[in-house]
């Protein structure tokens, strides 16, 4: 099996220099390529790309801007490969990683599969508190930390797999972004592939974002969340609702002061004080852990109050999604 791995980048070349220099040092004894795809940046990574060409096989391409989805299908289609694997331009790559998933590939095929992610000692406070909120079964169930308990198995973009003949049958992702992956994962399912989690396969996920910058983007995971339940009622969840009843939960418990019940605020310090322990001890720092509940508390409110907002826009009154929130569609 021969893999491309597939990498869109955006006024990234730090990032891509720092992935390319990851894979350099992969102890995948077979041949495999990359193919970046610069999609329409102003900063290019083109001469970064050119320092490792001696190192791996590389493919650049440089495009005008119409969103990562519609790069990574690009990729694809000026891919070599009959199995693509698709990361994210701030993720780090373990020497291990193409063994394991061309190792989990053998033992049981799969046309489409998804990754974890970790974060490593040298990333910021920040980070990893980020990064905990993002993976920890006490915030998302750990769908995204390599937990397979919750449903079918989404892959998500930043370390995903898929096969040549899975994104011919489905025209890969879609112009919705964020949204993109689960979007696909539902077609693939619909058109009878299956996807599947390979916890081996792992992934350092820098996220190099700033708190502002992680509320923005929670808040549109938050507003996709009800335009995918409208095309794909049937795989709607009461579980999707839960960032929105946490928060309005905890401005109930607020409330609730002025007439001096005081249980359900308890209830609010009680979880917040087992993710500030939880993550002190995973992280092995108090001030990580203190972070991670900042971090938890932007991921429950800006995720929350998106879908609350597209919710009622889409779901409720009915408007479109194209119209309701144009920014989340890339024309292309």
């Known amino acids: 099996m021969y893999f491309s791995l597939i990498i869109p980048v955006y006024n990234r070349p730090d990032e ?13 004894k077979e041949d495999f390529e990359i193919v970046i795809v610069e999609d329409g940046s102003a900063i290019k990574c083109e001469d970064v790309v050119s320092q490792y060409k001696s190192k791996l096989t590389i493919s650049y391409y440089f495009k005008e801007n119409s969103g990562p989805g519609d790069s990574r299908n690009y990729g694809m289609r000026k891919a070599k490969g009959d199995y693509f694997i698709i990361f994210d331009s701030d993720c780090i790559i373990p020497a291990e990683y193409l063994t394991e ?19 490593l000692d040298s990333f910021s406070d920040i980070q990893k508190a980020i990064n905990f909120a993002m993976t920890s079964f006490l915030t998302t169930g750990g769908i995204r930390g390599g937990s397979e308990k919750i449903g079918k198995f989404q892959p998500r973009s930043f370390n995903m797999g898929i096969s040549r003949k899975a994104f011919e049958a489905s ?16 077609r693939l399912w619909n058109l009878g592939f299956e996807t599947r989690l390979f916890s081996n396969a792992y992934v350092y996920h ?14 549109k995971f938050g507003k996709a969340r009800p335009i995918l339940n409208s095309w794909y009622p049937e795989y709607s969840k009461l579980t999707f ?6 928060i309005i939960g905890l401005a109930l418990s607020i409330a609730l002061l002025i007439f001096t019940y005081d249980l359900l605020a308890k209830l609010y310090c009680v979880y917040f004080f087992v993710i500030f322990l939880v993550s002190s001890i995973q992280n092995k720092s108090i001030k ?27 779901i409720i009154l009915k408007q479109k999604p194209e119209v309701a929130f144009p920014k989340l569609f890339f024309k292309v």
């Open 288 to 314: 990580i852990g203190y972070l991670s509940v900042t971090a938890v508390w932007k991921q429950f409110s800006g995720y929350g109050l998106g879908f609350l907002e597209s919710y009622i826009k889409v």
């Open 206 to 219: 820098k996220r190099r974002i700033d708190w502002d910058k992680f509320s923005v983007q929670v808040n």
């Open 101 to 119: 998933v061309d190792k989990a590939l053998k033992e049981d095929y799969v046309d489409c599969f998804g990754g974890p992610d970790r974060a």
């Open 241 to 246: 609702f839960f960032p929105s009843v946490f």
């Open 16 to 28: 891509v220099d720092e992935l390319l220099e990851s894979l350099s040092k992969s102890d995948y």
């Open 171 to 186: 025209n890969g992702f879609g112009n919705i972004h964020p949204g993109e992956d689960p979007d696909l994962s539902i």
